[in-house]
């Protein structure tokens, strides 16, 4: 950890934090621990809380009832100025007529520190870019601009640092270059770090710990992995990368939930199972399905899940390759394979079989509806394939 660059922190902490806006509550009574010294994600679509809960903390919205804590003190009342806070937003807000250098300087100097040399010097090592400390904003890169953005308000060692967005103008392939960077950053410096995002693959690649969000509230909470591979609500197991959900009904309950649904029947473990009546939505990610040509039904372990059905579309990605497959019911199936062997593959118009492990199967309660979690084109896509 970098000499000065941080200090002790606590837990940050909001208890029933609630905003509205007249009739709409863009928060409602949410109450989270996050742990200090970790990456935390807040991921959700527009419009479901996020942005406005980082404002509560930040000091820059007021919350219409509720408290927010660092440690056992608590910050609801204090002035933006005046919290163990900083934030780093999407358009980094540098001072286009200052350089680097002075850039990250501007809040020791604002505070009245004379001999800012040494931290300013340590904060862009920190950052990897010394070497650029006397050009302007406007000759770095967008990748570079969000590091001394970075830079700048980690140089008042916050006890939070809010990340709002901060990857949105980014092209793909810098994004992923700046997931890694701000991980590295992080890990150093020790800070906690709250990272606003509706991009799942940064909340993946980044966070500890990921919150999915929606309708003001949290959906689901814990290691990325954890919330990736057991979903917990329909909106969870479709916003957070794809799922392919199927109605059915328990047949019988135990450490193994039995399922039937269009004349087939589905196992899985009674820990992946969060549906609380008969009624069930049978679960599998995309990538943890095999596609197999129906004459080769008989190299699927006999314990696998599997469904029949049609190819209607392939579609190759370099990593791996995505399949389409109408079932009997009509239903569409999503399927992935890593690209790991050379040779034939599934064209359209073959009659396949889809298998996949037991354990790696979910269930979920119906109620909310088989679209919930998904974005509206998309479900009025499927509904009428011809618009």
């Given amino acids: 950890m970098p000499e000065g660059v941080s200090r002790i922190v606590e837990d940050l902490r909001l208890a029933n934090l609630t905003k509205q806006f007249g009739e709409t509550k863009a928060v409602d009574n949410l109450s989270i621990t996050i742990p200090a010294g970790s990456f935390f994600a807040l991921l959700g679509a527009s419009g479901c809380g996020k942005t406005t809960t980082l404002r509560m903390v930040a000091g820059l919205e007021d919350p219409s009832a509720g408290q927010v804590f660092i440690g056992d003190k608590d910050i609801t009342e204090l002035r933006a100025f005046q919290r163990p806070v900083n934030t780093v937003f999407q358009s980094y807000a540098l001072f286009p007529h200052l350089d680097i250098y002075e850039n990250v300087a501007f809040g020791l100097r604002r505070r009245g520190v004379k001999d800012v ?37 980690l140089i008042n060692k916050p006890d939070v640092l809010l990340l709002d967005e901060p990857l949105g103008a980014l092209d793909l392939k810098l994004r992923r270059q700046m997931q890694i960077e701000l991980k590295r950053i992080q890990s150093e410096v020790g800070t906690t770090f709250v990272h606003v995002t509706h991009d799942q693959e940064e909340a993946m690649t980044m966070a500890d710990t990921v919150a999915v969000m929606n309708a003001g509230r949290i959906e689901q909470l814990g290691h990325p992995a954890d919330v990736y591979e057991t979903p917990h609500t329909i909106f969870v197991a479709n916003f957070l990368g794809q799922s392919n959900l199927i109605a059915g009904k328990k047949v019988t309950s135990g450490e193994i939930v039995e399922v039937a649904a269009f004349g087939l029947g589905f196992k899985m473990p009674a820990s992946r199972n969060v549906a609380p009546g008969m009624n069930i939505v049978v679960g599998v990610r995309p990538e943890k399905i095999t596609v197999l040509d129906l ?10 899940n599997r469904i029949f059905g049609v190819v209607t579309d392939v579609s190759y990605t370099g990593v791996s390759t995505q399949y389409l497959v109408e079932t009997p019911w009509g239903q569409t199936i999503i399927a992935f394979e890593q690209n790991s062997i050379v040779g034939d593959r599934c064209a359209v118009g073959d009659q396949v079989v889809l298998g996949w492990a037991p354990e790696h199967t979910f269930g979920l309660d119906p109620a909310e509806g088989l679209t919930s979690g998904l974005d509206k084109a998309v479900v009025e896509l499927e509904s009428d394939p011809e618009a």
């Fill in 117 to 153: 040399d040494a931290q300013v010097g340590r904060m862009l090592e920190l950052v990897e870019l010394a070497s650029l400390a006397r050009r302007k904003p406007s000759q770095l890169s967008g990748g570079q601009q969000q590091r001394v953005a970075v830079a700048r308000a």
């Fill in 295 to 304: 004459h080769d039904e008989d190299k699927l372990p006999a314990a696998h």
